[in-house]
C-alpha cells in the first residue's frame, strides 16, 4: 500500500487557506483542516469552506489561552489590540502539538502548513514576522502560497512536497489568487472583510476597558465579549478610590434592549423606564458591592437612561417610575 503524505493546514475558510488546500492536494497531499474558535472569531466559515473542499475539519477552542495572550503578548499589538504574532504562534504551537499524535486512519501529519502570504499584512506576514511564529510555535511551517519567496522548509528538503510546485505570491493584490479560483474552480469563498475581531479599532478599545475594569474583579465570559458589540459602555464605582466598578450598558434601540435582558446573569441587574420610552440598563456587578454603593450606581444608571430617554413633560428621576429585576 503507498503511504500518502498527509498535512495539517492551519485554516481559516478564507480564499487563501482554500488554495493552499488546493495546492497541496494537487501533489496528492491528504489534507485535514485546523480551525479555532474563540472570544474573537469562530469557525463558522472554515466549517463551510471545509465542506466545500471534502476536507476533514479540526476545530479548538482557543478563548481562554488567546485572552491570556491579548493581555501580554511578547511582540505587542497591532494597529488595534491584536497580537496577531503571537496568537499565529499560539495556533501553530497547537497545530505542532496534534501533528504528534496519530489522525484517525492511524497516521501523523507530515506537514504542517497554513494560507499566509508573504507581505499581505505588514504587521503580521512579513518575513520577520514569519520568523518569529516558528519560533513561538518551535515548528516549520510550509505556505504553499509564497514558498518560493521563502526559506527551503524541512518538508521540502525531506521531499514530502514538491517546491517547484508551489507558488511565489507576495503582497495585497488577489489577482494571483483570483486566476487559481478560476484553474481550481473554486465556487465560494468568503470576501476579505471580517476575521477576528481584535483588528476592529473601536472594540479592541472596549476590550481593553473591559480588561482593566471588568477582568480585574471577576472571570470573563463569551458573552460579556458578545455585548461589548452593542450599546453604549460605562464603568461606574459607587465608592471613592476603588477599581471595583459596575459595568453599565445602555441599549441603542428596541432590538438591543432585548438582548441585553437576555443576556442578564445571576447577580446583575436591569432597569427600564416602566410608562416611557428610553434605553434599558444593564448593570454588571464586580465584586460585591456594600449597599450605599449599589445605591449610588443605580442612580448614576437611571441618569443616564433618562438623558436618552424620551421625556417631553422633562419629568425628574423621581417623578418617573422605574422597574428594577
Known sequence: MTYMTTALVVFSGGLDSI????VLQEQEIQVTGLSFDSYFFDSK?????????????????????????????????GSALNPCIDCHGLMFRIAGELAEFKDKDGKKFDIIATGEVL???PFSQNS??????????????????SAKLLPMTTYEEQRLVNRKKLLDISGKSRKRQL?????????YFPSPAGGCRLTENEFGVKVKKLL???????KLEKVDFELLRIGRHSWISGEQQTTNKAHIILGKNYEENEQLKKS?????????LKDLMGPTALIIKGK???????RKIKLETKKLILSRAKNPDGLSINEVEWIIN
Open 264 to 272: 442578564a446573569r445571576p447577580g446583575d441587574l436591569l432597569v427600564e
Open 128 to 145: 520577520e514576522a514569519l520568523k518569529k511564529v516558528e519560533r513561538l510555535a518551535g515548528i516549520d511551517i510550509l505556505r504553499p502560497l
Open 19 to 22: 488554495l493552499a488546500v488546493k
Open 288 to 294: 460585591e458591592l456594600t449597599d450605599d454603593a449599589l
Open 45 to 77: 466559515e472554515a466549517e463551510k469552506t471545509a465542506k466545500q473542499l471534502g476536507i476533514e475539519l479540526i476545530v479548538k477552542d482557543i478563548s481562554e489561552q488567546q485572552l491570556e495572550t491579548v493581555k501580554n503578548p511578547q511582540y505587542g499589538h
Open 179 to 187: 486566476e487559481l479560483v478560476k484553474k481550481y474552480g473554486v465556487k
Open 119 to 121: 507581505g499581505q499584512r
Open 212 to 218: 482593566d475594569n471588568d477582568g480585574q474583579n471577576r
